[in-house]
């Protein structure tokens, strides 16, 4: 495959796709910011691995793997950023962008990891229980599980803030 196809062919899979990932990551950490900048750093490296990962059966999921593994890094660095931040008192002014994501995505956080990973991929990246057994390394009966619960302690969470805040 020549330089230009390939490029071609690279361009086409990220606009196809990025938005996606963007979605999902944002959905398991939260913070948009390292959505955006996870997604990019997959994308960048799948672009220098291109020869390799277009050869994957999925080289979608390989990104989302890379997409996520990255956010979680850069979330764990951001959280104890932040509470530096908090004891030494600088804080974050930028505003939410809408009340119902707050609320969403104040109820994904209090989703254990996994639990949260599997609704995410699930719910957000529209993967089957099936793929997201196969990318997390899972068992199927785990995933099951994990949404039967995510869904569960999701439907708790939004309607506790409803009754509180409604």
Do not use: C
Request: hydrophobic content about 40%; overall charge positive.
């Amino acid at each position: 495959m020549g330089a230009q196809s390939a490029e071609a062919e690279f361009d086409a899979f990220y606009r196809d796709t990025a938005r996606r990932v963007i979605h999902l990551v944002y959905g398991f950490t939260g913070d948009l910011t390292v959505a955006q900048d996870s997604t990019q750093e997959a994308y960048a490296r799948a672009w220098q691995q291109w020869a390799t990962v277009r050869t994957h059966e999925d080289p979608l999921a390989w990104v989302r793997t890379v997409a996520r593994r990255v956010a979680i890094s850069s979330w764990r660095k951001k959280t104890s950023r932040d509470r530096a931040h908090e004891r030494h008192g600088a804080h974050d002014t930028t505003g939410p962008p809408t009340e119902d994501r707050v609320a969403v995505i104040a109820a994904l956080r209090t989703l254990p990891d996994a639990v949260r990973e599997a609704v995410t991929l699930h719910y957000i990246g529209d993967l089957s229980v099936a793929q997201i057994a196969h990318e997390t390394n899972t068992p199927t009966g785990t995933v099951k599980a994990r949404l039967f619960r995510g869904r569960a302690q999701l439907a708790q969470a939004l309607q506790h803030k409803e009754t509180t805040h409604g």
